[in-house]
């Protein structure tokens, strides 16, 4: 008990350092404005949200007011996406596919500001569970973690790549594998951090540091949406807004249970290595429709159903952010965008981050979830407007942001033809269906997979025991073998029917 | 239309006129920037932060620091200064490291294309974890001869200065140790409190917060001064090991650069700001307060010293076979 | 087999990626060879063996990729994607969504690599802003040749008459450069008149690419690209000598 009180009053002290600095709410405005609408505008997602402003605010400001800058557009674009899936029945972001399927209908039947205000409430009431379970999981795990040594985080991070390979696969599991290696393969280039031995330099000597996170988060996130965006779209119609948005206290209370549950399934998927938000808005989706006593309504304009999915996704923003404090593995794609921002600061997520750090990081979540509710009350109708504008018209705009963003962050203009190669790379992938978040997971977590794997080995002289002779390397060694056993015998079955077809 | 473009034309040659005449001004008329070619937080660039905000107060101008990162050695951002122009607007904020960069590919120059400024560096030190059965520098020495490779020794990558160190306290005590390279100082120690390695050798500014915190137990320093710490005394290996001052010590010297080829008055606007900075309180308080030794060497003298500092860490990379480049061939004397 | 669904073009495509990846990880496994796999000692580093060596982690990821890929081969197959691989209806072949992609492509490749380094950001910036709106909205094909062709040219000439970086804050490309954004926004005006979105792509594309470098210049006090560019080098200089005293002093 001790230790929660102890818990409390620490975020207690955050908050107050927080709510005292000026500075704080104009950082907070801007950046869950700017998220907001980045979430609002199909075409822009959360996570080039999140890889944008690092670009821009990433070693240029204090950490500490970068980190508000972020995670404002974090938590701004994640519950953005709820506006054009309402009104428009595209999604804004994928995290709100699920919220299209009971928002559009309600907001046909003329119940848009119901709807609205509902979002609202959910998304906010989300955030902040996924904000408590922060601070006491990554309390709870950072008493274990001193114990890490390299054994353990090779199997770690390569448990990271594997999860988020097969969890984030659209099409086959085997294509998010091979997103993950492709990853590996890109964080092999340069100085090996054991020997010093360069590798796949081509004489290059920009690639001797090896690929950079934020030219390869940029590459990867932002190049492939604008040419895919950059298109001739029939305008939807938005259906105009009737009633004001205020969010229906009863409706709430009502469903209470099932936001709490909504709160810790998405919670729960933000954790895991690499599964983002869209991920835990659908699976709180699916198991709200098999629980609930009106699941035959969803998908024809229940309020349940808009809550199952808008509660989780901003929920799972906080469990994202669990294993990348704790582990320095992110659990969501602009989690991934987050640890590149801490990687240019040179703080290395972890079992030795600083603990004000994480304090301060929760405390920066509650703000921010209170700015987005406030805004998104009062200043709806601001971003409704702005759902009008085309996509061929901000694109543009977005690329260069991205470039002058990209330039500022280290490496100059290497760090933008690393950027264009990446991106290119990218968008290829995109194109067959295979998942770009095990690639840039590969990538954070391959130099460090490569170096603890083989210091491990080093250190034991080459006994290949040490992965299963400690007790936390065994568990991870097991997780890891289930996860690829797992699979083996789905693909087994893809076989046989297969065979069975072309027979 | 060309009525348009025409008075476009013109509006900018005038224009081109003025930004002419400007370079006639007196140094330094605009900002400067200099370009740390480590990345934010680190050594190198929290000390290029402290000292431009202090040589701001003696100049006309403001200051920028950026950060230019990658390649092998800070290449990067040292063939970014290098292609700027050598007016002295763009410094170069560096540190002893780079001076194998040029042994290791990262450019095809040797060191004296630089006019260094040296703000001062942390004294390295040798440590072992807390619960360590050594308490003595002596019976760390006698456990490593009686077991010649065995010892696990952290230091950050081959051919960084706590590298080096950690070969000139084998050399000088006879002892061999089982090198484990780390990438940067704080994974090296992390790995030590870990209990991965048996000891670590980093500077006393990376490993003060771990020894105050009672994580890490200091044995000796690699200087031949004796440190004080957490209310007690580190006592110098110098006094242990008679044959040390033949390696050691081998000390951080971070600082910034200019161009050699800049102008006189350039070197001389920036000499003059940079003592005014050096002598200043807050830098000797900033010293104290992080366990720093201030240094203060410009023109002559820190380019003699950052030569030897060249020569030493080229011909021993060269030794381990980690250099690509032969020293000799750039022109680098054997030390 | 009359109608080709989604997954059967998928298959298909799937077949020429793994083909691809095959070619790849082969050739990172022959490369991975000019890496010492049996160790000695390196760096400084006693005592290394194969099992830390630089190339076993590479080694892995690559015969695991090859190994992938051939197994994804086999699913392409098995599942009929070979048969339509070498049609264009197989692999989904869609002749306007090449050409819209590839116009981008080469768009977005002439600004880094010819551009951004060689030419005022605010030129470059405006010139891609004004050709990329102008391309796609609406989609017109014909425009986005004419955006393309005007992009490509000016990446092109920088990128050829100043190739080395010395030469970089040269000012001839500037120009050439200054003079297609000008065509290409009395075209969008010309166009302008039942467009309404188009009237304002000029606005658009000068004042973004001019907020954000005077933002990370003088805001940030960041570093930008092509200091020395035709307009920068000037608001720079008024920046410091004209405006700046009227609050320094």
Known sequence: ?503 | ?335 | MDKIDETQVMRARDFWASVVMIAVSLFFLWKTSEIPLWGGNRAGVTGTDWYNSAAIVPLFIFGGLLVLSLVLLVISIRSGGAQNALSGVGIGWDRAEVFRSSTIGLMLLAYVVGLVPRVDFILCSGLVITALTFGFYGGYTQRALIACLAVTFAGLFAFVSFPAQADWNAHGDDWVTLILWIFLTLLVLSKAGPERVLRYVPFIAILAPLILVCAMAFGFRQNVPARGGLIFKQIEYHYYVTLRPLWKD
């Open chain 2, 1 to 335: 239309m060309r009525l348009r473009l025409g008075r476009l034309a013109a509006a900018a040659v005038m224009a081109t006129g003025i930004a002419a005449t400007a370079s006639a001004q007196d140094y330094p008329y605009r900002d400067i920037t200099t370009a740390v070619v480590w990345g934010a937080g680190g050594g190198t660039d929290t000390i290029n932060r402290m000292i431009m905000a202090e040589m701001e107060k003696h100049l006309p101008v403001s200051i920028n620091v950026i950060n230019q990162t990658g390649g092998v050695a800070g290449s990067n951002g040292m063939v970014y200064v290098m292609n700027q122009p050598d007016d002295g607007y763009t410094l170069v904020g560096l540190s002893e490291s780079n001076v194998t960069a040029a042994v290791q590919g990262g450019w095809d120059k040797k060191f004296d294309f630089w006019y260094p400024f040296i703000v001062g560096g942390s004294p390295d030190l040798i440590s072992v974890p807390a619960d360590s059965p050594y308490n003595s520098l002596e019976e760390l020495v006698d456990a490593a001869k009686a077991a010649p490779g065995t010892i696990p020794a952290a230091a950050s990558g081959a051919g960084s200065i706590h590298h080096l160190n950690l070969l000139a306290i084998e050399k000088g005590s006879g002892a061999e140790f089982k090198f484990v390279p780390y990438k940067g100082s704080a994974p090296g120690q992390e790995a030590a409190i870990a209990g991965e390695v048996a000891l670590v050798v980093t500077s006393l500014a990376e490993q003060a917060p771990l020894i105050e915190g009672g994580q890490l137990k200091p044995l000796a320093m690699l200087t031949p001064e004796d440190a004080q710490i957490g209310g007690a005394t580190v006592p110098s290996a110098f006094g242990v090991y008679d044959g040390l001052d033949q390696y050691l010590p081998l000390k951080q010297a971070i600082g910034f650069a200019v161009h050699s080829s800049a102008g006189d008055d350039v070197k001389a606007a920036l000499g003059e700001a940079f003592e005014q900075a050096i002598a200043s309180d807050t830098v000797a308080e900033w010293a104290a307060a992080n366990n720093y030794d201030v240094g203060g060497q410009h023109g002559a003298e820190a380019q003699e010293l950052f030569a030897n500092l060249e020569a030493t860490f080229a011909y021993t990379l060269q030794d381990l076979g980690a250099a690509t480049v032969d020293p000799a061939s750039l022109g680098i004397q054997k030390p």
């Open chain 1, 1 to 503: 008990m001790d230790f929660i009180f102890s818990q409390l009053a620490g975020f207690g002290s955050a908050l107050v350092s927080l709510t005292a600095d000026p500075l704080t709410y104009l950082y907070l405005i801007a950046s869950v404005f700017l998220g907001i609408t980045f979430g609002a505008l199909p075409g822009l997602t959360a996570t080039l949200a999140v890889t944008i402003l690092t670009g821009f605010f990433g070693n240029k400001i204090p950490l500490d007011y970068s980190l508000i800058a972020l995670l404002g557009a974090y938590v701004g674009a994640i519950y953005g996406g709820s506006y054009p899936s309402i009104l428009l029945n595209i999604p804004g972001t994928a995290a709100s596919a699920a919220t299209a399927m009971d928002g559009y209908p309600l907001a046909k039947a003329g119940r848009g500001g119901e709807a609205l205000g509902l979002t609202t409430t959910a998304s906010f009431i989300g955030t902040v569970i996924g904000t408590l379970t922060l601070l006491i999981f990554v309390w709870a795990l950072l008493l274990v973690s001193k114990n890490i040594a390299s054994p353990e985080k090779a199997l770690l991070a390569l448990f990271g790549i594997l999860l988020s390979g097969t969890l984030m696969s659209e099409d086959l599991v085997i294509k998010g594998w091979i997103a993950g290696l492709i990853g590996l393969a890109m964080s092999m280039v340069g100085l090996d951090p054991l020997l010093s031995e360069p590798r796949y330099t081509f004489g290059w000597s920009y690639l001797l540091s090896g690929f950079q996170v934020v030219p390869v988060l940029m590459g990867a996130f932002a190049i492939p949406q604008i040419i895919d965006g950059l298109r001739h779209v029939e305008a939807g119609k938005i259906l105009a807004l009737k009633g004001r948005i205020l969010p229906n206290l009863r409706s709430i209370r009502r469903y209470l249970p099932t936001i709490g549950r909504s709160g810790v399934i998405g919670t729960g998927v933000g954790a895991l290595p690499g599964v983002g938000e869209d991920v835990a808005g659908w699976v709180s989706y699916g198991v709200g429709k098999t629980v609930s006593a009106e699941g035959d309504k969803f998908g024809r304009g229940s309020l349940e159903g808009l809550l199952c999915s808008e509660t989780a996704n901003n929920a799972c923003i906080g469990g994202a952010l669990i294993p990348l404090l704790v582990l320095g593995i992110p659990g969501s794609p602009p989690a991934a965008a987050l640890m590149g921002a801490f990687k240019i600061n040179n703080v290395i997520p972890g079992p030795t981050i600083d603990p004000e750090i994480i304090l301060r990081v929760v405390a920066i979540l509650v703000m921010a979830s209170l700015t987005m509710f406030l805004m998104g009350l009062f200043t709806a109708r601001v971003f409704i407007k702005i759902l009008a504008i085309p996509q061929t018209v901000f694109l543009p705009v977005v690329m260069v942001l991205t470039t002058i963003g990209s330039f500022s962050v280290g490496g100059g203009i290497n760090d933008l033809y690393l950027m264009l190669g990446v991106g290119a790379v990218a968008y290829f992938m995109n194109l067959m269906k295979y998942p770009i978040a095990p690639l840039v997971i590969g990538v954070i977590l391959g130099g460090l997979f490569d170096e603890t794997f083989r210091r491990s080995l080093f250190l034991s002289d080459g006994d290949l025991s040490v992965f299963f002779s400690r007790p936390g390397a065994a568990i991870l060694l097991v997780l890891n073998l289930g996860l690829i056993l797992s699979q083996l015998p789905a693909a087994k079955r893809v076989f046989l029917r297969l065979k069975g077809r072309s027979a």
